[in-house]
Every structure is written in C-alpha cells, then in structure tokens.
C-alpha cells in the first residue's frame, strides 16, 4: 500500500507535522510505503492560474494523490475549521480534467496545544473530502488536545495510549485502503 502523508501547517516546527511523523512511522512498520508532501510551494487555488495551465506544484500534488492507495493527513484547527493550506490542496485535488480526490480513503487527524482536539477542522475538512467523493476512516479518531503533553518538541511520543491508538488509526486505513481496492477490482 502506498500512503501519501500531508501537513496542513506549513511551519516546519508544526505539531501536526510532528504527529504526521508518528502517524508515518506506524504505516512503515506496518509495511506501507509513505510519501509526505509539503504543500509550501502550492499558489493558492486562482482561475486565471488555472486558465494558462496547471504549475508543476500542483501537478505534483495531484499525480501524489493519484497514484497513491491513501492519504493520511494532520491538520490544526484555525478558527473552528481547517488551514487554508490544506484547503487549498482540496480545491486544486478536486479541478477536472480529473477529481483525484475521488475513490480514495483518508485518513484526517489533528492536533494542537489547545483543548478543542481539533474537532472543528476535522468536521469540515471531512466533509470537503466527503464532497468531492473520497471517504474518509470514521473510527478510530486521532484529534489529540494539549499536544505539550503528548509529543515532545523533538517530536517523540510521549504517552503510550496515544501510541496504541495511533497502531489502531493507521491499521484501520489500511485495511480500508485493502478493502476498497478488492471492490474496485471486482466491479
Ligand atoms: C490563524 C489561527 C487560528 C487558530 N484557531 C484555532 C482554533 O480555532 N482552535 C484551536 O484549538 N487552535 C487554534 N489555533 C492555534 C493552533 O491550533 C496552534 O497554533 C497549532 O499549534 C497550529 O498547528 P501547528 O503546530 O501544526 O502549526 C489557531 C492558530 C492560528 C495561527
């Protein structure tokens, strides 16, 4: 299985990259292998970029979605909903020639030192997905409130029950990613 990981926070030091990285290592171990895109160099989504052909960046995300069995991505909360950022990677996922967003499995989790757990940018940024035909894993949920307490600035992880459900999630996308390559074969 290929898995493609995305931060939806540029910043380098960003704790959902830290998480991503947890989540990535648990996917290895599992014996998937995992690609992490940066959405850094990404224009925001604008028509008239659109309209004189797609930027290298964008291609580059939209052939990693492709070509990819899942997508596991760690977002933060800004005010109550998703980062533009990761937003912005929907908008040009989801533009013909193809939706690339469409028949995938996602997994969506979020963190941040606050104590909402990111449930807000979780509700939308699945819907966004949903929307354009992707489904994403409803079970278990990995949105972790007051990440100081659970991964360490240097990004190791510092409570074990976060470890387990973190081997559970991304067992869970797996085996969603399986199962849903099995049905498209058999259709
Ligand atoms: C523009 C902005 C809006 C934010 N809004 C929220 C919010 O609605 N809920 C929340 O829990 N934290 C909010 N935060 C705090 C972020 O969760 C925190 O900065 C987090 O560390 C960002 O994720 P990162 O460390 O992966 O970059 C906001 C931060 C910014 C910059």
Do not use: C
């Amino acid at each position: 299985m290929k898995v493609l990981a995305i931060s939806g926070s540029l910043r380098q030091n960003s704790w959902n990259r830290k998480l991503l990285r947890l989540a990535s290592k648990v996917l290895k171990k599992q014996g998937a292998e995992v690609e992490e895109f940066d959405l850094t160099p990404l224009p925001m989504y604008n028509g008239d970029i659109e309209a004189k052909g797609l930027p290298d960046s964008v291609i580059s995300l939209r052939n990693a979605i492709k070509n990819a069995d899942a997508v596991v991505i760690a977002s933060p909360e800004y005010n109550g909903s998703m980062s533009s950022a990761i937003k912005n990677a929907v908008e040009w996922a989801s533009r013909p020639p193809e939706n690339v967003l469409r028949n995938k499995v996602y997994f969506v989790m979020g963190t941040g030192p606050g104590r909402s757990g990111a449930r807000g940018m979780y509700a939308h940024l699945s819907a966004a997905i949903q929307t354009e035909g992707g489904w994403v894993v409803p079970s278990p949920k990995v949105l972790l409130p007051g990440v100081e307490q659970i991964i360490s600035p240097e990004g190791e992880l510092l409570d074990n029950s976060v470890s387990e459900l973190l081997d559970q999630a991304m067992s869970k996308l797996l085996e969603t990613a399986q199962r849903l390559s099995e049905r498209e074969k058999a259709v």
